[in-house]
Each structure stands twice: as C-alpha cells, then as structure tokens.
C-alpha cells in the first residue's frame, strides 16, 4: 500500500509532558536508535542548551521545561513538526549558532550528510558553549562516533562515554580550551552540462558535493531525447529535490520556467549563490516536498533525482512522496522525469499512479518517464 501525499504530509501529534510532539513521514528523530538513547541519557545543566541537530525533538525532549532549550534546524519537514510541537527553533545550519552562551549542548551526529558537515557541526558545537560547558554526543560506532567522539575530545577536553546500547553510543564532555574558527565552508567547481559549463557552490553536506552525480547527467540526457533542447523553452518544469542545482541550472539555461524545491537548507542556499553565480534565474523554495506550493500550481514537466543514497524509511518515504507529488502537480498531457538505481522498484508505483511508464534508459541508473493522462505534451 503505497504512501498517499496527504498521508505524508500529515502531522502526527505524541504525548509529552506539558504538551505533545509532533512527527510525520520525512522527518527524522523519532523511532531512532541515537535519538531514543539520548533521550535516556540527556539531562539538565545549567540555564541555556542547544540542540544542534535536533529532528523533530525527540532527543532534547527531556531538557524542556527545565532549561531554556534553542534548536537550529536545516530540514524543512523536521521544522514543520517542531513549530507544531511548540518547541523553540529556527531554521538555521549548526555554524550560524551564537557563540560562548551555552551551558549545554546536543548533538546528534549528522554521520550520513559526510565528513565536512560532522566536523563543521563538532566546531559550531564547541563555539556554542561558555567555558566548562558540556556537550552530549551521540552516534553509531558503524557510522563514525569513535573518530568523531576522538576529534570532539581534541576540540574541547575531557570526554567519556556515557551510554551504550547495541551500536549506539552517547557520550558527555566539557569545555576545557577555546575553540577554533570554523573550516571554511564554502566550496566550489565547474561542470559542463548538455554542452554548457557551470559554476556550482555548496556548503558541507550537501549531495554530490564537487562533482555533478551520474544520475543527474543521465536524467539530462534522457530529457534532451525526448523533448529535444527546444522543447523547454517557456515550459513550466518543477525540480523535485533539487539539491544544488545540478538538474536546476541546466534546465534555466535551455528556457524552462523553472521552480526548485528542496528540503535541507543547506542545499537550498547553496542552489541560490549557483543560479546567482551563473546569472540564472528561478523561484528557489525550502519545501517539504510540494508543501510550500500553491494548491493551484500545476507544470508541464516534473523532473527529480529522488534521495535514495542515505538509505532508510525516512528516504523512502520522501521518494515515494516525490511520484505523489508529481502524480498531483502534472498538467494533463505533461511528463514526469525520474532517474534511479536500477534495484529500486519505482515501477509498479508509477503504473498505479500514472497507469503506463516508460524506461528511457539504462545504465548506472535508469531513468523512468510517465504522462499524465488528459492531453498531449
């Protein structure tokens, strides 16, 4: 039974002392094996605590009421159900944390977003804290937590581990040596695309970082074949996920009035300084999959390179959402591109929602194409 678009965006309210808290398909944090061991293990100290990675709440939970607890957020799903739950957060990367006010920080590690974005958040973390601050810490030793607990220690001193269970770890440590300024974080490279060359910036954590991935190239290759480099000018297209703009770029140059959403802050500032970089317009928006859409909006062709990498329920219910979305956002006759592994099953979803595809290619990935019923492109 697939996963309806008003099923995922559905906000699912828990009990919690003092209130609820709310959790939803996309949104990480909740029915974790790092959060729910850091629940069990956080506690109060001091005044003021940090959640620097925070989901939906579920690991900071117990500090509420009993600190006055800030959480920065970059996804906008997990946000969506923090502003529901009542909880103090705003929409920000871990490095734009003040610094030197905090007694207590938390930090989930943020092990599947890459080695740059972990040490980025390890530095904003121990920036964050006053001296003789203390930071919990929490991970899975088949995802990094020893080096990191190790790189944690060197920034701030004394460290142990508090808590084991199965492969989680969460460990506490304190501020005992000023902290170093933050690596620099923004990167650059060029790529040629569809006889093109581009400009693309990122910050850590974003996917592909410095290099465009195959699949995308693919999906541009198959589009060129089935609407020919002309066939998007003055077209109405929407990038489902769109990153930093790998599909996004390419698609302004060839005329397509182009709208870009995507979920992780970071990838949605790093789209913005590319398009400005290249001098290339569109409608850039941080969005739950379509949720930051009008309900009347509706495109003549949708394209995504569907999160697949990090693996896990959460991305796939975000992939599946994406078909939903795009099921829902098509105009009659218009087409929807997807490019994936070619061991995920996006096929009988795509018949059941659009009743026929089409496989444009295979190669490293495949990619899938489905028209809306009702007209002609």
């Known amino acids: 039974m697939s996963l309806t678009l008003e099923e995922y965006h559905r906000l699912t309210p828990l009990p919690r002392p003092g209130g609820v808290l709310y959790v939803k398909p996309g949104a990480r944090g909740y029915r974790d094996p790092v959060y729910d061991l850091l629940q069990r293990v956080v506690a ?7 959640d620097l990675n925070p989901g939906v709440g579920w690991g900071s939970l117990p500090l509420e009421g009993r600190m006055a607890v800030e959480r920065l957020e970059t996804s906008r799903a997990a946000f969506r159900c923090l502003e529901a739950s009542g909880l103090k957060a705003r929409l920000a990367p871990p490095w734009e944390a003040e610094e030197g006010v905090f007694d207590l920080v938390v930090l989930a590690l943020p092990a599947g977003r890459g080695t740059a974005y972990v040490q980025a958040s390890l530095v904003a973390a121990a920036r964050a804290l006053r001296m003789g601050g203390r930071l919990y810490l929490a991970g899975d030793k088949n995802k990094g937590f020893e080096r990191y607990f190790k790189e944690a220690r060197a920034l701030l001193g004394y460290g142990e581990v508090l808590e084991r269970k199965g492969p989680v770890r969460v460990a506490l440590l304190e501020k005992e040596r000023e902290a170093p300024p933050l690596p620099p974080l ?12 581009y400009t693309f910036f990122h910050l850590p954590g974003v996917f ?4 465009v991935d195959r699949a995308s190239v693919l999906l541009l290759e198959a589009l060129r074949g089935e609407v020919g480099l002309g066939g998007l000018r003055e077209k109405a297209v929407l990038d489902l996920g769109a990153g930093y703009g790998a599909l996004t770029l390419p698609l302004v140059r060839l005329g397509a009035r182009v709208v870009a959403v995507e ?17 290339l317009s569109a409608r850039v928006l941080h969005s739950d999959v379509d949720e930051a859409l009008t309900e009347e909006e509706r495109f003549d062709i949708i394209v995504t390179n569907p999160p697949f990498h990090v ?15 795009a099921a829902a956002r098509l105009k009659p006759g218009g ?15 795509l018949e059941e929602r659009f009743g026929a595809f089409r496989t444009l290619l295979v190669r490293e990935y495949k990619v899938l194409f489905a028209l809306k019923e009702g007209g002609r492109r």
């Open 44 to 50: 109060p100290f001091g005044q003021r605590a940090l």
């Open 186 to 197: 923004w990167q650059s490279f060029r790529a040629p695309l569809l006889g093109e060359a």
């Open 208 to 211: 592909s970082a410095g290099k």
């Open 263 to 279: 979920d992780d802050l970071v990838s949605v500032l790093s789209l913005k300084k590319s398009l400005e970089a290249n001098h």
């Open 311 to 325: 693996g896990g329920a959460v991305i796939l219910d975000v992939a599946q959402a994406f078909v939903e979305a």
């Open 335 to 349: 087409g929807f591109f997807l490019v994936a592994n070619p061991f995920l099953k996006y096929e009988p979803l």
